[in-house]
């Protein structure tokens, strides 16, 4: 069984840095065409893709925000961090991490979420 | 990145079948990697409902199909049930960016 759980702190003060934490199991980091990857959601808006992070190192930034974010791995903790820097109150929302599994880029499994509030 | 293009909502009768498009490039959804669906229900994480245009994952009901033409796809619901009114978003990977990229959303409402 996949499960994904992030954690961070649920209130950041503007041009602080955040930084999330997922922690994975049932799948490896190592393993041939496995990523994780971030998404932000406002509330009430749509899906925003931020970052992910391949088995062999690889990443992908929204290129929107790159200058912002870095996506690390420890796969002998199974897991992935990620880091914004300069938050901003519309940086406010739910964050996700999301297991993808193989080359079809498709994201089958997702934590729960966790709510990030950027306010002084 | 520009967010694939959806309409913001659509709605039906229970039984009715509804369909959202979702518009993309030849750089995204044209793009060799497909489009995705999710489904997101209110207050929780969105949920794979179809993966490489038109396959459903173990345990989505056959009332939900796929397509893809060239730079656009589809997602259809047949029998609409009370329980499919969620969020609905499609995705895709722009290689011309090397980035993922969602759809707008749409809001299905079953009347």
């Known amino acids: 069984q996949i499960t994904l759980r992030e954690s961070g702190p649920a209130l950041v003060k503007p041009t602080q840095t955040l930084t999330l934490t997922c922690n994975f199991s049932g799948f490896s980091l190592t393993t041939a065409g496995v990523g994780v990857g971030w998404i932000r959601q406002p509330p009430g808006k749509a899906l925003e893709w931020l970052a992910l992070i391949y088995w062999d190192n690889d990443k992908d930034y929204s290129p929107s925000l790159k200058n912002r974010l870095t996506i690390t791995k420890d796969t002998s903790k199974n897991q992935v961090i990620l880091t914004m820097t300069d938050m901003d109150p519309v940086d406010t929302g739910t964050y996700y991490c999301?297991?993808?599994?193989?080359?079809?880029?498709?994201?089958?499994?997702w934590g729960q979420g966790t709510l990030v509030t950027v306010s002084s | 990145q520009s967010a694939l293009a959806q309409p913001p909502s659509v709605s039906g009768a229970p039984g009715q079948r509804v369909t959202i498009a979702c518009t993309g490039s030849w750089y995204d959804i044209g793009g060799g990697y497909g489009v995705h669906w999710y489904q997101q229900l209110p207050g929780t994480a969105p949920r794979l409902l179809i993966y490489?245009?038109?396959n459903r994952p173990s345990g989505v009901p056959d009332r939900f199909s796929g397509s893809r033409s060239d730079t656009s796809a589809s997602l259809a619901i047949t029998g609409l049930q009370a329980e499919d009114e969620a969020d609905y978003y499609c995705q895709s990977y722009d290689t011309r960016l090397n980035a993922y990229v969602f759809g707008t959303g749409t809001k299905v409402t079953v009347l």
């Open positions: 490489a245009s038109n």
């Open positions: 999301a297991h993808r599994h193989d080359n079809t880029a498709c994201l089958p499994d």
